[in-house]
Structure formats: structure tokens, C-alpha cells
């Protein structure tokens, strides 16, 4: 109950011990009165967050998450948890469909079973767009899907389903096509994280004075999972059942600047060098988001600059390996 005696909406994030989730909750614990639950596979929170209950459940344990989801019966859903990486997709492709796709199938089967009033947030990736031409650039929600690693499918897979479930069931349900995460706390799996950490080892003595990287051609959009966070919380209040949101900055900028912007924030003389072990199979030369739908119908737009993102990003990983 809230103090004005009305009940408190219940919300559950899945995933809740990942890195934007991270983030999400503590965006929803201050600006929300919501009973907030979440659920995922470490033993606890990533941060901690006054006033979130958390319980380990794995989605693609069916009994298990049906179970918690009849004693909870939360009113919206925010659906995070995932195989997040294109790489890791390549590597253990069975895996990656057996959480992103199972798993939400057990999640959307045990919420049918069990909840009636419904709203569900399903995030997904611009990965799904695949190899675009230059004229298609920057990239509408309404722009063919050409998923083009095992990552992208599931998530295009992810999206379809959740759609149906809407179109068949009523419930109120949007998906988010996620550009470039970046931000404190992210994996060293991806680029931005992979560099700072190299950068912070260097700094601190305990790596020889070289970064590996994979390809630095790539041209991504760059969104500080801070941005990234506040946005869902925006498209659960605001947005349109039935809707799919680019989550962007609108700007697409190389690898390589990426890194010399990193490098510039470092006293440390740094060799960089290839490592064809980070070299995806198959790469998008690519990625530039159109956010305007997001702008207009939502009200949401990119606060926090690349630069700042670096930054913090690089002194999250100065104070990990100190």
C-alpha cells in the first residue's frame, strides 16, 4: 500500500542481476512508489537497492518461474533477462535461443496462466536490422529485419512472440530495439567495456602496455545504459501497446574514435593491437538509430554525452582493478 492507502502496482524485471537492469531499478525505486521484485541467476543484486525483493529463478526452468510468477502476479513486466552477446550467440548458438526464446516463452506462458490485466516490456536489439545500405541510414523501426548472427534471430524471435501475445491475448505489450550499450558496470564482453578495463589494467601495472581489439571499423550508436534505463521506464508509462521504440542517441560513430577518445583520457603509452580472436564472424559496418518515435510519442530523449559515458566507464574499472 502506498500512504494514501491505494495498492501498490507490482513489477518484476527479469534479468534483475544484469547490467541494465542494474540500472532500471534504480530508476523505478526513485521515481515510482512500486512494489518492486526482480529475478535472475546470481545470488543477489549487482547494486544494491533499498526496497527490491529478489529471488534467483531461472526462466528457462518452467515449473519454477510459473510458480513464482502465481504467487507474484506482478501488473507489469519489464523482460530483460537474456543471452546478451552476438559473439557468445556464435560460440553456443543452441544456448543463446534456449534462454532468449524458450526462456520468454516460459515467461509469456506462466504470465498467461496467471495474470490478466498485463503490460510487458520485451528488450530487444538493433542487431535485428542486420546489414544496412547507406540510403537506409539512420534506421526506422519500420526498416526490414535481416538478422544476420543467432543473437539477432532470437531476438527477432523474442519480438514477434511478444507481439503475439498482444495481438492474441490483449495485453498492453511494447519492445525496444536497443543500439550500442555503454556504461559502469557492463561486461568486458563488449567493446567500450573491453577497452577501459584494458586501459585501467595498463595504468595499474598488471597487463603489458597493449590493447587487443577486434574490428574498428564498425561505425555503432552509442547510448549510456543510464539513458537506456530511464527510456523503459518512460515506454511502460507512456508508450503505445503494440509499438516497437528504437532506444538511440543518433549518431554513429567509428570503433576506433571510440578508442582514441579512450586513450585520450589515459597518461599511459598504449600499442594497439588486432587480435583476430575479437573478430565476429559476421559484422555490421553499420548501426545508426532514428529515435524519433521514442522523441515524439514518448517524450524521451538522450541526456548524458559519449564522453561522459567513457569516462565513467573508465573510472568504474579504475576503482574495480585498485
Sequence with gaps: MTNDGVERKKA??????????????????????????????KDGLSEKIPGVSYRVVDI?????????????????????????????????????????????????????????????????????YGKVTPDMVPIKENTELKPCSHYAVSKVSQEMMGLMYEQALGWRVMVTRGFNQAGPGQSPDFAVSSFARQIALIEAEKIPPVLKVGNLDA???????????RAFFMIMENGRGGSVYN??????????????????????????????????????????????????????????PVEQTLRDTLDYWRGQIL
Design 60 to 128: 528457462t526452468d518452467y515449473d519454477l518461474l510459473s510458480d513464482y510468477i502465481r504467487s507474484l502476479t506482478p501488473d507489469v513486466v519489464f523482460h530483460l533477462a537474456a543471452q546478451p552477446s552476438v559473439a557468445l550467440s556464435w560460440k553456443n548458438p543452441r544456448r543463446t535461443y534456449e534462454i532468449n526464446l524458450l526462456g520468454q516463452l516460459n515467461l509469456l506462458e506462466a504470465i498467461h496462466e496467471s495474470c490478466n490485466d498485463i503490460s510487458v516490456l520485451i528488450t530487444c536489439s538493433s542487431e535485428e
Design 247 to 304: 532506444v538511440c542517441s543518433g549518431v554513429a560513430r567509428k570503433i576506433s574514435e571510440i578508442l582514441d577518445m579512450l586513450l585520450g583520457m589515459t597518461r599511459s603509452e598504449i600499442t594497439v593491437e588486432h587480435d583476430s580472436c575479437r573478430q565476429r564472424p559476421s559484422d555490421i559496418p553499420v548501426l545508426e538509430g532514428d529515435g524519433s518515435r521514442l522523441r515524439e510519442e514518448v517524450g524521451w530523449k538522450p541526456s548524458i
Design 12 to 41: 518484476l524485471v527479469t534479468g534483475a542481476d544484469g547490467f541494465v537492469a542494474s540500472h532500471l531499478l534504480g530508476v523505478l525505486a526513485s521515481e515510482t512508489e512500486w512494489d518492486l521484485h526482480g529475478i535472475g541467476l
Design 219 to 229: 561505425s555503432r550508436d552509442f547510448i549510456d545504459v543510464r539513458d537506456t534505463a
